[in-house]
């Protein structure tokens, strides 16, 4: 029997329908936040998509390399033309600066994001897995290069992502079950039949598309296999009311599609648009939520 819909409640919202070759030393220099929590950035070389990869993690206040305990994380995907340490950036998710606050002042439990650069490939490995389009194995690259950097707790992970990303993150998530505690997509590009109106489209779904791909890759169509509705992780989606290009008729579709498949699944729309302004008004609200998930853990 489905579960029922939840819904949360914030003043912020308004609700509808309720192994590999290291570089030396970091690819970039510490960025460091008020309360102490640190942005690292380093390169590595990527097997999936043939070349150089990089990846960034904040660590939070109090992080210790070489201390006994183990941080939960979250893998966090950027959207199209985006880059991972627009997550941390003041003009963008300015994940540095909210997560020292929250963090330190107890809202959030200390934990870890890892963020990598994944260029405009979907997060998917493309059709035809021609070598250098493997972007969902890149994924998995990051993590196991994070996994031997960082003190991290695989059994306590989630995923994230924006816009591109928030496809990702539930492609990557709901093909990985048991793998996340929780996922997070805002403004996903949750589409309900296979695009065309980009030519990026063509590279990850095939031109014409290899449709057995698209139901092996796409949310939409993963989550109609009971296999893995009933075994999926709460979900959070969220959208703008001003978001453009269909995103808010996508994502209140996609969140039907949850309920009628029993997910535990939220969905949150603001009155934003698209882009880091608009997210980044929202992140005290969904990483409590998150936190409130994997301090379960």
Known sequence: MPRARRVVASPLWLLVAACFAWSPSPARADAVGPDGGRVVSWRFESDAVAGLGTWHAYLPPGYRGGASVRFPYVIALHGLLGSGDEWFAPDGGDLLRDLDRLIS????IPLVVIAPDGRDGYWTDHAGRVRGTAWGAYVDEVEREALARLKLDPDRRAIAGVSMGGHGALSIGLRSLGAFRAI???????????????PIYGKVWGEPTDYAHWLDTAPLALIRRADVASAAPPIWLECGLGDVNRFLDWNT?????????GVDVSLHINKGGHGWKTWRATNEVWL???SRILKRF
């Not at 002042?105 to 959030?108: A, D, L, Q």
Request: proline content about 10%; hydrophobic content about 40%.
């Open 253 to 261: 579709s996609a969140f039907e599609v949850f309920c009628d498949a």
């Open 288 to 290: 409590t939520w998150l």
């Open 184 to 198: 997070v997509s805002m403004s996903g590009a949750l589409f309900p039949e296979p695009p065309t109106h980009r």
């Open 105 to 108: 002042t107890g809202k959030v």
